[in-house]
């Protein structure tokens, strides 16, 4: 999926699930810095509502194999999560 072009709401409900919401929130995002996120987040159902209109306020990359799912850079989570020894 092409997170440049953005999910529904609907479908950022899903992907989140049962997930703690703020850990899809992007801390490097301008919005995210300009709202204070850190310190104040926002609810889950306006986080949700700020990454479908913003889809750079969600952490990338989302890497999902099975049921298990991987937010952001981790080199060592995704090396696990993907079953390989080295990245490039």
Known sequence: MDLS???T???LSALIGDQDYKLFLNPRNE???EMHMKESPPSRQEAVRLMARHPNLIRRPILVKDQKMVLGWDREAIAKLL???KLL
């Open 9 to 11: 709401e609907a479908e």
């Open 83 to 85: 079953a390989i020894e």
């Open 31 to 33: 919005l995210y810095r």
């Open 5 to 7: 072009k953005g999910l």
